[in-house]
C-alpha cells in the first residue's frame, strides 16, 4: 500500500527523492572537476580525482538508500489528530510508519540498483567484488533504519510543535555537512574528526561509502553492533517521546 | 504613485500579520533561526575545510570564494525571509482551489500570492551572513564605491533569484501534485549558490543563456571583484526583463487552464 502511494504522483516522486540527490552529486561532480582541473595529477587527503568522483557516486548511493525517507506525513497525523484511529488499530503507530518505510526503501532499491547499473557502465565508478557490494548494501539498510528513527523522533516533535519541518531540514543541513555527503572526512581537522567519532554522523554516509569503495580498515560485525547500539538509543528516546506525548495528545472526541 | 501607495499599505499589513503569527510560535521561530544559522555556517565551513588543501579554485582564492559564498547567504536569507514561504502556499492554495479567492480581491494576483508571507525568524538569522560578507568583503579590500553598490547589487540578485522562480512556480497550473515543482525551484536554487567557473562549458552556457540561475550570484559578484569583468552583469540586465515578460505570459495562460471548484 505505501509504495503504491508513494508512486501515485511519480513526477512528485521523482522531484522530491530522486531529483535532489542527483542534483547534488552533479554540483559535486563539477565543484572537484574544477578543483583538480588545477593542478594535472593532484592528490588531496589521499584522493586523486578518480578516487574523489569514485567517493561522490557512493556518497549518491547511500544518499538514494539510506537518507531518503521524510516523516512530514507522520508529524501531520498527529498534528491533525489522526492518529486516535492508530491507538484502536491491532497494530502499534511506529509499526505502521516502519512498514511505510521498508516500502519506501523497496523503491529506493530499485532506483539505487537502476543507478548502480548506469554508472557501471560509465567510468566514474570503480566496480566492487560482490562481497563488498553485499555488506555495502546492509550497512545502507542499517543506516537507513537510523535515519528513519530520526525521521521518527522528528516526527514525534508534533506533539509539542506546530510544525516540524524546520527540525527536518536541521536534520538534513548536519547530516550532509558531519558525515562526509559534501567532503570527505579526511579534509576536516583532527579535532573535528575526533569529536566527530562519538557521533553516528560518520556512519550515516562516509563509513557505507568507504565500504562500498573497499577501503573501510575497521570490522564489520563491530560496526553493526556500533549502529545497532546508536539505532537502539534513538529507538529509546522515540518511545519515551512517543508515551509523553501522548499525555499531551488531544483530538476530537477524545 | 497612488497604486505604489496601495501595494506599501497591504504589504505593511502582512508583515504585522506575519510577526504577530511568529510571536504566537515561539519554539518554531528559535528554531527557524538555529536553522538559518546551521545553514550558514556549515555552506562557510565546507568551503572553508576545501581551501585548508587547496589554494585556488578556478580563478579565486580562499577569501574571493568565500566572499561569494557570503553573497549567496544573504542572498538567500532575504529569499527565505520574505519569499520562501509563498512559494510553498501557492502550490497548496492551487491544490485546494483557493486561488479563487486572491483572484477576487482588488490588488494583483502574483503580488498578494508571492509576497503575502514572511519569515520573520529568517530575517533576524540573516545578520551572522551579512557578518560574513562584510568580513570576507573587507579581505578581498573592497574599495568605497564597491561597498556602495554591494546592497543594490545583492537587491537586483534577490530580484532575479525570486523572477525566476516565479516563472519555474507557474509550471504549478499544470501540475495535479505541484509540491514536487518547490524542489525544482530549490534545485535551481541550488546551483545558483556556485560561481558559474565551477561548472563545466556547455552547462554554464545552458545557465547562463537559457535558464540565467547562474548569473544570480556570479554576474553581480565578479563585477564586484573586478569592475572590469562586466559581460555577465550585462547578460543579467537581458535576463531580468525577459525573465518577467515570461512571467506576465504564463501567468496569463496558467489562469486560463486553472481550474478550481467554483470554475
Known amino acids: ?254 | 504613485m497612488r497604486t505604489v501607495r496601495k501595494y506599501l499599505g497591504v504589504y505593511e499589513h502582512f508583515v504585522m500579520t506575519c510577526f504577530a503569527e511568529a510571536m504566537t510560535y515561539r519554539a518554531h521561530f528559535v528554531l527557524l533561526i538555529s536553522m538559518n544559522f546551521l545553514f550558514t555556517l556549515t555552506s562557510i565551513g565546507a568551503v572553508g575545510f576545501i581551501f585548508d588543501h587547496v589554494d585556488h579554485v578556478g580563478p579565486w582564492d580562499r577569501s574571493t570564494f568565500l566572499f561569494f559564498v557570503s553573497f549567496m547567504l544573504v542572498v538567500d536569507h532575504f529569499h527565505m525571509s520574505f519569499f520562501a514561504e509563498s512559494f510553498w502556499q501557492f502550490s497548496d492554495d492551487l491544490k485546494r482551489g483557493m486561488v479563487d479567492f486572491i483572484l477576487l480581491r482588488p490588488i494583483g494576483g502574483p503580488f498578494i500570492i508571492f509576497f503575502r508571507h514572511i519569515r520573520p525568524g529568517a530575517i533576524l538569522s540573516s545578520i551572522l551572513s551579512v557578518i560574513f560578507l562584510i568580513h570576507y568583503g573587507m579581505e578581498i579590500g573592497l574599495s568605497p564605491v564597491k561597498w556602495l553598490i554591494l546592497p543594490f547589487l545583492v537587491g537586483l540578485s534577490l530580484t532575479l533569484l525570486v523572477s525566476l522562480e516565479i516563472l519555474i512556480s507557474m509550471s504549478m497550473f499544470w501540475i495535479v501534485e505541484s509540491f514536487g515543482i518547490n524542489f525544482l525551484r530549490m534545485q535551481f536554487q541550488q546551483l545558483s549558490r556556485w560561481p558559474n567557473f565551477v561548472y563545466q562549458f556547455w552547462i554554464q552556457k545552458i545557465f547562463i543563456f537559457f535558464f540565467p540561475v547562474l548569473l544570480v550570484g556570479s554576474a553581480p559578484v565578479r563585477f564586484l571583484v573586478d569592475f572590469g569583468d562586466w559581460e555577465l552583469l550585462s547578460y543579467f540586465v537581458i535576463a531580468l526583463p525577459m525573465t518577467w515578460l515570461f512571467i506576465h505570459l504564463f501567468w496569463k495562460l496558467g489562469l486560463r487552464y486553472y481550474e478550481s471548484a467554483s470554475s
Not at chain 1, 531540514?169 to 579535532?191: A, C, D, K, M, R
Not at chain 1, 573535528?192 to 550515516?204: E, G, Q, V
Open chain 1, 1 to 254: 500500500m505505501s509504495m503504491i502511494a508513494f508512486m501515485a504522483y511519480k513526477v512528485n516522486f521523482f522531484l522530491i527523492i530522486i531529483g535532489p540527490a542527483l542534483v547534488f552529486f552533479f554540483i559535486k561532480y563539477n565543484l572537484w572537476s574544477a578543483i583538480y582541473s588545477l593542478k594535472e595529477g593532484i592528490q588531496i587527503q589521499g584522493y586523486d580525482f578518480s578516487e574523489m568522483i569514485n567517493y561522490q557516486v557512493w556518497v549518491l548511493i547511500v544518499s538514494l538508500l539510506s537518507q531518503g525517507f521524510f516523516s512530514s506525513q507522520l508529524a501531520e497525523d498527529i498534528r491533525l489528530g489522526r492518529i486516535s484511529s492508530y491507538l484502536i488499530y491491532p497494530f502499534q503507530f511506529w509499526q505502521f510508519h516502519l512498514a511505510s518505510f521498508l516500502g519506501f526503501q523497496t523503491i529506493q532499491m530499485a532506483v539505487a540498483g537502476f543507478t548502480i547499473l548506469i554508472l557501471f557502465g560509465s567510468d566514474l565508478v570503480q566496480v566492487p567484488t560482490w562481497e563488498i557490494l553485499t555488506s555495502g548494501l546492509v550497512m545502507s539498510f542499517v543506516v537507513g533504519l537510523i535515519w528513519f528513527s530520526f525521521q521518527f523522533l522528528i516526527g514525534l516533535s508534533a506533539f509539542w510543535l506546530e510544525e516540524t519541518w524546520v527540525l527536518r531540514v536541521i536534520l538534513i543541513t548536519v547530516t550532509q555537512f558531519l558525515s562526509g555527503s559534501i567532503l570527505p572526512l579526511e579534509f576536516f581537522p583532527l579535532w573535528a574528526k575526533d569529536l566527530l567519532s562519538m557521533t553516528p554522523f560518520p556512519y550515516m554516509t562516509h563509513v557505507p561509502v568507504k565500504i562500498f569503495m573497499g577501503a573501510y580498515e575497521g570490522s564489520l560485525p563491530i560496526l553493526v553492533g556500533i549502529l545497532l547500539l546508536w539505532l537502539g538509543i534513538i529507538s529509546l528516546v522515540c518511545g519515551l517521546m512517543w508515551r509523553s506525548g501522548l499525555k499531551r495528545y488531544s483530538a476530537a472526541g477524545m
